[in-house]
């Protein structure tokens, strides 16, 4: 699974928290560690079946028992997947402020803080409003995705469906993908949608609105085949 592959280049695997919890179990009631450590378990179990409503909810009980920098972060990742950017972002700051990683670790995880705050923005505009991250965007593309940006705040979609197309021809690139996504959807467009935004996870499995954007596929489907 992609997330675990994270939590392990961090040091932070979701099996990795049972080091914090048993190095302060002598501070801990017995009773009260035993019950922490059968709440990580079946959090690990829920978020590794992607059942992520509850294995936040798990992993947030066994916190609130022993709190631990591991766990945090854990949290930080579960809320990430399920769109939560304040609950991700403040569970990221938390394992900042108490493990004290090393830098890469901690470049890591403030790349995810940076990558939640343009979320939050994304969710705010709609589309992606900032320029591609990378040498590929031509001239063209470039002019194109402005304009499909311009005219989709103006609500003239189809403008920017034509804008966004065009600037695609010249960079397929990501945000140029889930632009047209969003276009697409604004003008009834349900399969070209669904196959953007399908495209634009190929290319960004990692996005935090995941589980969003998986949702809205599945929710174009569903439109699409009651039309």
């Known amino acids: 699974m992609r997330a675990l592959a994270i939590l ?8 990795a928290p049972l080091g914090p919890l048993a190095r302060d179990a002598h501070a801990q009631d017995a009773t009260a560690t035993a019950r922490a450590r059968d709440l990580f378990t079946r959090g690990v179990a829920a978020y590794e079946a992607g059942r992520l409503d509850e294995a936040a909810d798990l992993l947030s009980q066994a916190d609130a028992i022993i709190p631990s920098p591991a766990l945090a972060y854990n949290l930080g990742r579960v809320n990430e997947r399920m769109g939560r950017v304040e609950e991700a ?28 705050a343009e979320l939050e923005r994304r ?28 005219m989709f705040r103006r609500r003239r979609y189809d403008a920017a469906l034509a804008a966004f197309t065009a600037a695609y021809r010249f960079a397929p690139l990501p945000e140029v993908i889930y632009n047209l996504a969003v276009a697409s959807e604004r003008t009834e ?19 935090p609105d995941r589980a969003n954007i998986e949702r809205t596929i599945r929710e174009l489907t569903a439109r699409g085949r009651a039309h």
């Open 8 to 15: 392990i280049l961090l040091g932070c695997v979701l099996a």
């Open 89 to 116: 972002v403040r569970y990221y700051r938390r394992y900042l402020h108490d493990a004290a990683p090393e830098d890469a670790e901690r470049a890591v995880v403030e790349g995810r803080i940076t990558a939640l």
């Open 123 to 150: 969710h705010r505009d709609a589309v992606m409003t900032m320029p591609p991250s990378t040498d590929e965007m031509t001239a063209e593309a470039q002019r194109f995705f402005e304009r499909g940006v311009a």
């Open 189 to 207: 467009h349900l399969g070209d949608a669904v196959d953007y935004y399908r495209e634009y996870l190929r290319a960004r499995p990692d996005d």
